[in-house]
């Protein structure tokens, strides 16, 4: 059984920061330095049965929806738990009246996301050690999971 839920005890605090340790840090060797932003997100955790395969966050910053550091263990890429994470992030800003949602996209995960409803926006940058392309997802265009290639 897959399930997410948003971070809300300690222990569950620990999990998203030692799976965003190992895939964002070790795995992707993203520099963590120049993040500043972490304590001000809602974490989330997709589960695998009763085992964690994955985090991610998102963020209001008073003006904008930023979905930031989806992270799936190796293991569970491939079978839809990062499609979930990021629909639960989005939820999540829906519900809170978001019109639009914006992520930075590690370069090379842009299909990923367009699969959702995500629309590139603006041109590719580099931070963090690596490559972006900053992506917007407008209320109303998500796409839902029906299996074509949209």
């Avoid at 929806?65 to 994470?85: N, S, T």
Wanted: with cysteine; charged share 30%.
């Amino acid at each position: 059984m897959v399930f997410g839920k948003f971070v809300s005890e300690e222990k569950d605090a620990d999990v998203v920061q030692s799976i965003y340790k190992q895939v964002c840090e070790k795995e992707l060797g993203l520099d963590n330095s120049e993040t500043t932003e972490e304590d001000f997100c809602l974490n989330a955790l997709v589960f695998a049965g009763e085992k964690p395969a994955g985090m991610g966050r998102v963020l209001f910053d008073g003006e904008d929806f930023r979905i930031r550091d989806v992270a799936i263990l190796p293991e569970y890429r491939g079978d839809q738990y990062g499609d979930f994470m990021v629909r639960l992030l989005i939820d999540k800003a829906m519900m809170s009246n978001a019109q639009e949602i914006r992520l930075d996209a590690l370069a090379g995960t842009e299909g990923f996301f367009r699969k959702i409803g995500f629309e590139t926006e603006g041109e590719a940058f580099e931070a963090r050690g690596v490559r972006w392309q900053p992506m917007i997802l407008h209320a109303g265009s998500i796409h839902k999971c029906c299996g074509c290639q949209v």
